[in-house]
């Protein structure tokens, strides 16, 4: 149980070019969903944090227009990096907890999306 | 602010005890976590432990907190090829509603 999916699992894009990340909850309902950024040998960075139907709440630092989080549903949340530049390229994880239960003791991740901007 | 350390790499020989150490500074910590993460991949959740407890163990993993110094351990024992991996060590404060501060990881190399 608790298994969290994004798709695509890798994509290359063009400069000035918009991409859209999916982050599925394929067995529980996810209340919250986090996305988080990783560069090469380092540690994940909290981008934004969203609950299901209300406005992501960004961290310090992070463009809420260029990086554009959806949480439609309890069980999808998209993140769209907005004309994206090669600044952008990075691995991108997203996690999803479900308050009130048992699996809401930790934030279940998902497999992460490579993606490289040309 | 919140801050998680731990040191980089770990060499370790196939078939004795990893140790990996990390010293976090949020006195309001409420859950410790250990994540592995291996090659081009996500993030696996390897145990988590509450902040009212000193001592977590399940199969080969032990889990160490001594709160009073705000240190956390993860200790691997019989370590495998397949243990290698980098080792992040994360706390949150109050639920998992909350966000998660990493480490920087401890990436743990196994030789022969």
């Known amino acids: 149980g608790a298994v969290v999916s994004q798709h695509p699992s890798r994509v290359i894009c063009k400069s000035g070019t918009s991409v859209k990340i999916e982050c599925r909850s394929l067995?529980?309902?996810?209340?919250?969903m986090f996305w988080y950024r990783q560069f090469p040998k380092q540690s994940l960075m909290l981008m934004a944090t969203?609950?299901?139907?209300?406005?992501?709440?960004?961290e310090q630092g992070v463009e809420k227009d260029k990086f554009l989080i959806n949480h439609a549903s309890l069980t999808l949340s998209t993140l769209t990096v907005t004309s994206a530049h090669p600044e952008d390229s990075s691995f991108y994880i997203c996690?999803?907890?479900?308050?009130?239960?048992?699996?809401?003791?930790?934030?279940?991740f998902g497999p992460g999306t490579r993606l490289l901007v040309l | 602010g919140e801050d998680v350390e731990q040191s980089l790499f770990l060499s370790v020989r196939e078939g004795d005890s990893s140790v990996i150490n990390c010293t976090y500074t949020?006195?309001?910590?409420?859950?410790l976590y250990w994540y592995k993460q291996e090659p081009g991949a996500g993030l696996q959740l390897l145990t988590y432990?509450?902040?009212?407890?000193d001592m977590k163990q399940d199969q080969r993993l032990t889990v160490l907190l001594n709160k009073k110094d705000k240190h956390l351990s993860l200790r691997i024992a019989d370590t495998q090829t397949g243990d290698s991996a980098i080792y992040f060590c994360?706390?949150?404060?109050?639920?998992?509603?909350?966000?998660?501060?990493f480490g920087s990881g401890t990436r743990l190399s196994i030789r022969p």
């Open positions: 432990i509450f902040s009212n407890m």
């Open positions: 067995d529980f309902q996810a209340t919250t």
């Open positions: 969203s609950n299901e139907g209300s406005k992501a709440t960004y």
């Open positions: 949020d006195s309001s910590s409420t859950y």
């Open positions: 994360a706390e949150s404060s109050y639920s998992s509603a909350s966000k998660i501060i």
């Open positions: 996690s999803a907890s479900h308050t009130g239960t048992k699996l809401g003791e930790t934030q279940y």
